[in-house]
Structures are given as structure tokens and as C-alpha cells.
């Protein structure tokens, strides 16, 4: 059993590529808890799709033994955290079972929107903070000028520890720094068990694996435990440590972070954020979670195959249980059949799912264009929730529209403020403020509308700003606005799936470039097709794609004339009969279209 004072519980935290699973990498190394044999890079991005990508998606845990320099043996445990925004639920996660956590800085980028939202977090949970600037090896490294950037913009005092996480430069010194600074956990081995889910994960063979901070108490195999929230009670039938692979351990003590199966195979018992207690003596209060992860973007997920159905909902089912952040509910189209509604934390969540779900359970999948939601008053007086833009009630019976509101967090260099602060101003952006962190750089806080962030507006802050600008959000809820609905129609009938909710200054450039845009999408009938698009029963845009051409007097070579009058007369007659009863394919980019409707700006 280890003793709480020698345990250091910790996580890494950083802006996007600013060094974090690199860090983790050195540590494993030193600490020795992965042999030189089986090391590679990012050995805790295990994900193909983390790999590929250079991110890191799922928080991860992993257990170290670390000698310090006056022979005391630690125990350390890490939890690598992803730095994008779409991610911060992990972050909160993931810091809510630390008592500190390392903040990591680029030494040639400075810092970014996302260290300043994270250390905010991290201030907020009460962790201590360890400054460490990275890559001061690069020769564009600017150590004091970052230095100068900690302690103002994020008001840490402490002496940032400088490291080349890349070359190994600096590892003992941050792992001196967690054994002296970081303080120890507080729990009683002897209190009754309590215990954090903060993460969980599931095996066809074992069931859901539960990732644990055991706060006080002892948790071990043939134990009688129950989840707060729900009260099931189950057996406990295996504990252990991460150390990146799972370790059968005896039992897991107060302070320490490991994982738990108990053989559950209905993935609803389980809550991440719920509370583990000792059957015989259960607890009159539960430990704080976190704030539950709200869902901002919404989009529509269908098979291609229909006959896919019930595979896609038991692969929501599954995945889920990993990703508690993302939610769904069944949903019919008239265009796509049946699918599901699923709910994600931004674009790039919403992205990382959708391939997630067609790699991991081999579904192909279309996904419609993402939406935010709406809440709408009736003329009656009562509210809805409106996430699906097929439920937007007709025109008549609105008295009000509201909708979702953020606070962006900018930060860029002087030079590429024009076209940052033009794209705030085309997106119905409204000023906050202007902060110089620094000689060359600044930091622009905006109120924006929420559906204005989710269609290409970070590929487009990337464009304006070369790359160099870095974004971050949090929510600040609802106003009014005078949004409306755009429906698309297709020869003549209207698709759900291509409706969206606009604002109505934008409404008539929005339906004009969907028409145009659909039209390069749509592949050429035997007909002419009709593309309209519609606000409040009016049509404000129409495109006409022409009907495929075939040369039926190709073969008729000089010879009567009435003869190809008569083939002409038919080719028409037969047309005519396939624009009344045909259906026109729409193709699977079609239904991504509102999202392509930028690129002509970049």
C-alpha cells in the first residue's frame, strides 16, 4: 500500500503542439516505466487516428516509480491531455483528479489562447502550477520574452524550468520539480471508499474498464461497490495501474489513480463523473465532479447502406462509453433514411467521431451540415429547443428567436490583426477588447455568434492569419436574433437534410451560393433539375442544371428530315415523362455543401 505522501498526482497541460505528449515521452523514459525497446514517439497518442493527425484526442493515465535524488521512492501519476478546444472536457476531466499540473509553453510561439484558457482552468481548480517553456533549443527561441509573457498574461510568479522535451534537455529537473512542488493527496486509507470515475472504456472480453482516483478508502477484487447516482451495486474483479498497459495490481489506496472492472456489460450503469462507494458503507454526499460537457454543434449522422442501422447504433453505443462528451437520439430523414442526431463539442470533435465510428466499425457514413441550437418562443408564450433545423417552426408562429452567443479569445501577431479583426466584423462579431501580450503580439476578445464559429471560421482565422493566430471559446449564452430558416429544394421538393437556420441579412447570399455551390455538386439527370432556395414560402434563388445531352441522330446520315424530327420528337416526349416521375441522386458532398461555401475567399 502506498503511502499518500509519497504520491504525486499530475497533469500536462498546453496549447496544441506546443510539446505535451513529447514531455510525456521523456518522462516515461527517465522514470523508466517503458523500456528503450518499446519506445517510440508519442507513446501516449496510441490512436491511429492521434498518430496520423499529430494530436491528442482521449486524455490518457500512466503510472511512474521515481527515485528522487534523496532516495525516496514516488510514485508519479500522469494524465497527458489533448490541447484543442474541442477537447477542454478532457482537459477539466482529467485535472479534476490532479493536485498540479505542468504548463507547458512553446519558446518560439509564446502564449497561445489555449495555455491561457487551461492555466485559467487549472487556477480555478486550485492545482499548483509548474511553468516549463519548451523547445528553447530551436534557434528562433525567445526564453525571456516568454518568460516575461507567464508571469503577465497568466500572473505565475514562479520561475519557468527551461527544456528541449525533444532532445531530453531539462527532464530531471521537471521531475524534481512535481516531487518537491506539487503537493501530496490528502485522502485516509481508512475512511470509507470513495472514489472519481474520470474516465471509462470498453472491452468486448472484460466489460467496461473504469478509470479511477481513489480519494479515500481502498478499492480491491471481491469488493461490494455501488455507483452514487444510480445505487446498482457490483462486484469489484480486478483492480490495477496503468503503466501505459494495465498492471494487476492488489488494490488501489487513497491518492492513488488505476483502473477497475467489475464486469459490467451495460454501458448505461455507467456515468463518468459518478461516485464509487463501499456497499457496506455508503456515502451520504458524492466528491465533486465536473461540469458536464453541454454539446454546441449538432449534425445528422446516416448509413449509406440502410440496412446499416442497427450497426451504427450499437457503434454509437460503444464508442460513447469512451467519449461520454458527445450525445445522440434517433432521427428520420425523407432524403437519407433513418439515422442518428448526435451532438459534439465543435467541428473537429464532430470530424474526429464521424471517422472514429467509420474506422473503428467499418460503416460508411454521411454526415449532414452541423448546426447550433436555437430556443424559440411561440406566439402562445411557451419555449422550445430547437437543434434539428427540420423542427424550426413556421414564421408565423414565432414571437422570438435566441440564439447561442461565445466569447472568442484571440491571439496573433500585430501584423495579421486587419484581416483577424475584418473576419470578426463579417462573422456579426461585437468588440470586447485589445490586450498587447507582448511588443509583436496581441490578444482580441470578441462576443460572436455561435453558428457564425462553427462553419469554417478556423479555417478561415488560419487563412487571414497565415497559421499564426490561435483561437479560443467559452460559452456565454443566449440573445436575441433574427435568424430564419433556409430550405433548399430539388426539383421542386424540399430536402431536410439541406436545410439550414440563417441570419436574415445573410439569408439571400447564403441561398444563392448553396444553389451554385449544389449545382457543381449534383451529377447532370436525363432532365433538367430545378435548385431553389426558399425563405417563408418565398423562393429568393434558383439554378437550373441542364439536362444530360444524347445525339439521337447521330446515326442518321443526310437521309429524310422527318426521320429525325420523329427521334427528336421522342428524345423530348421522353424527357418530359422522366422530369414528371424521376428522383434526382444527390451525392454525399452535397449534404457537406454549406461548409464548402468559403473556399472561393481563401
Request: with cysteine.
Given at each position: 500500500m502506498t503511502d499518500p505522501?509519497?504520491?504525486?498526482?499530475?497533469?500536462?497541460?498546453?496549447?496544441?503542439?506546443?510539446?505535451?505528449?513529447?514531455?510525456?515521452?521523456r518522462l516515461l523514459e527517465a522514470t523508466g516505466t517503458i523500456s528503450s525497446r518499446d519506445m517510440q514517439a508519442q507513446v501516449m497518442d496510441s490512436m491511429e487516428l492521434e498518430r496520423e493527425r499529430g494530436i491528442t484526442i482521449k486524455a490518457k493515465a500512466v503510472r511512474m516509480n521515481h527515485k528522487a535524488a534523496d532516495g525516496t521512492e514516488y510514485v508519479l501519476n500522469l494524465i497527458d491531455t489533448p490541447g484543442h478546444v474541442d477537447f477542454s472536457y478532457e482537459v477539466s476531466r482529467a485535472l479534476a483528479a490532479c493536485e498540479g499540473a505542468l504548463l507547458v509553453v512553446d519558446a518560439t510561439q509564446g502564449v497561445e489562447a489555449q495555455t491561457l484558457a487551461n492555466a485559467t482552468l487549472a487556477q480555478a481548480l486550485d492545482l499548483k502550477l509548474?511553468?516549463?517553456?519548451?523547445?528553447?533549443?530551436?534557434?528562433?527561441?525567445?526564453?525571456?520574452?516568454?518568460?516575461?509573457?507567464?508571469?503577465?498574461?497568466?500572473k505565475i510568479e514562479d520561475d519557468p524550468i527551461a527544456i528541449s522535451a525533444k532532445v531530453g534537455l531539462g527532464t530531471q529537473e521537471v521531475l524534481d520539480a512535481i516531487v518537491r512542488d506539487i503537493p501530496p493527496p490528502q485522502g485516509r486509507i481508512e475512511a470509507p471508499l470513495s472514489a472519481l470515475i474520470f474516465d471509462s472504456s470498453f472491452s468486448v472480453y472484460r466489460g467496461v474498464i473504469l478509470l479511477v482516483r481513489v480519494v479515500d478508502g481502498t478499492l480491491k477484487a471481491g469488493m461490494k461497490i455501488s455507483f452514487f447516482s444510480t445505487s446498482h451495486e457490483v462486484t469489484v474483479e480486478e483492480v490495477g495501474y496503468l503503466v501505459p498497459k494495465m498492471a494487476v495490481a492488489a488494490h488501489l489506496s487513497a491518492g492513488e489513480v488505476g483502473y477497475v472492472i467489475c464486469g459490467i456489460r451495460d454501458i448505461h450503469q455507467v456515468r463518468v463523473g459518478d461516485t464509487l462507494m463501499e456497499g457496506a458503507r455508503p456515502l451520504t454526499a458524492p466528491l465533486p465532479g465536473y461540469k458536464e460537457a453541454k454539446p454546441v454543434v449538432f449534425a445528422g449522422i446516416f448509413p449509406v447502406n440502410p440496412a446499416d442501422y442497427q450497426d451504427l447504433a450499437a457503434a454509437l453505443e460503444k464508442l460513447n462509453l469512451e467519449d461520454s462528451s458527445f450525445n445522440y437520439?434517433?432521427?428520420?430523414?425523407?432524403?437519407?433514411?433513418?439515422?442518428?442526431?448526435?451532438?459534439?463539442?465543435?467541428?473537429?470533435?464532430?470530424?474526429?467521431?464521424?471517422?472514429?465510428?467509420?474506422?473503428?466499425?467499418?460503416?460508411?457514413?454521411?454526415?449532414?451540415?452541423?448546426?447550433?441550437?436555437?430556443?424559440?418562443?411561440?406566439?402562445?408564450?411557451?419555449?422550445?429547443?430547437?437543434?434539428?433545423?427540420?423542427?424550426?417552426?413556421?414564421?408565423?408562429?414565432?414571437?422570438?428567436?435566441?440564439?447561442?452567443?461565445?466569447?472568442?479569445?484571440?491571439?496573433?501577431?500585430?501584423?495579421?490583426?486587419?484581416?483577424?479583426?475584418?473576419?470578426?466584423?463579417?462573422?456579426?462579431?461585437?468588440?470586447?477588447?485589445?490586450?498587447?501580450?507582448a511588443a509583436n503580439r496581441m490578444l482580441i476578445r470578441y462576443h460572436l455568434p455561435l453558428c457564425e464559429m462553427v462553419v469554417n471560421f478556423y479555417d478561415r482565422l488560419k487563412s487571414v492569419s497565415k497559421g499564426y493566430a490561435s483561437l479560443d471559446y467559452s460559452e456565454e449564452g443566449y440573445r436575441a436574433s433574427d435568424m430564419t430558416r433556409l430550405e433548399i429544394l430539388i426539383h421542386g421538393d424540399p430536402v431536410d437534410a439541406l436545410s439550414s437556420i440563417v441570419?436574415?441579412?445573410?439569408?439571400?447570399?447564403?441561398?444563392?451560393?448553396?444553389?451554385?455551390?449544389?449545382?457543381?455538386?449534383?451529377?447532370?439527370?436525363?432532365?433538367?433539375?430545378?435548385?431553389?432556395?426558399?425563405?417563408?414560402?418565398?423562393?429568393?434563388a434558383r439554378e437550373t442544371l441542364g439536362a444530360k445531352r444524347k445525339d439521337v441522330i447521330a446515326k442518321c446520315y443526310g437521309g429524310d428530315i422527318t426521320r429525325k424530327r420523329k427521334l427528336l420528337s421522342k428524345q423530348k416526349e421522353g424527357k418530359k415523362r422522366a422530369k414528371q416521375f424521376g428522383a434526382v441522386e444527390l451525392p454525399q458532398e452535397a449534404f457537406l455543401a454549406v461548409l464548402r461555401l468559403d473556399e472561393d475567399k481563401k
Open positions: 505522501a509519497r504520491i504525486r498526482n499530475f497533469s500536462i497541460i498546453a496549447h496544441i503542439d506546443h510539446g505535451k505528449s513529447t514531455l510525456a515521452d509548474i511553468p516549463i517553456i519548451n523547445k528553447v533549443d530551436l534557434p528562433a527561441a525567445d526564453v525571456e520574452g516568454v518568460h516575461a509573457q507567464i508571469c503577465d498574461t497568466l437520439s434517433p432521427e428520420s430523414s425523407e432524403a437519407l433514411g433513418f439515422g442518428f442526431r448526435l451532438g459534439f463539442l465543435g467541428l473537429l470533435h464532430m470530424d474526429i467521431v464521424k471517422e472514429r465510428l467509420e474506422r473503428e466499425f467499418d460503416l460508411s457514413l454521411i454526415a449532414t451540415s452541423p448546426n447550433v441550437v436555437y430556443r424559440v418562443q411561440s406566439r402562445k408564450g411557451d419555449w422550445r429547443v430547437i437543434d434539428n433545423p427540420a423542427k424550426f417552426p413556421e414564421h408565423g408562429d414565432i414571437q422570438t428567436i435566441e440564439e447561442p452567443y461565445v466569447l472568442v479569445t484571440i491571439v496573433l501577431p500585430v501584423e495579421y490583426q486587419e484581416g483577424v479583426l475584418n473576419l470578426l466584423k463579417e462573422r456579426r462579431g461585437e468588440y470586447l477588447g485589445i490586450e498587447y501580450i441570419h436574415q441579412d445573410k439569408a439571400y447570399q447564403v441561398g444563392r451560393q448553396m444553389c451554385a455551390k449544389l449545382k457543381e455538386l449534383i451529377h447532370r439527370q436525363n432532365f433538367e433539375v430545378a435548385i431553389q432556395a426558399r425563405i417563408n414560402n418565398h423562393i429568393i
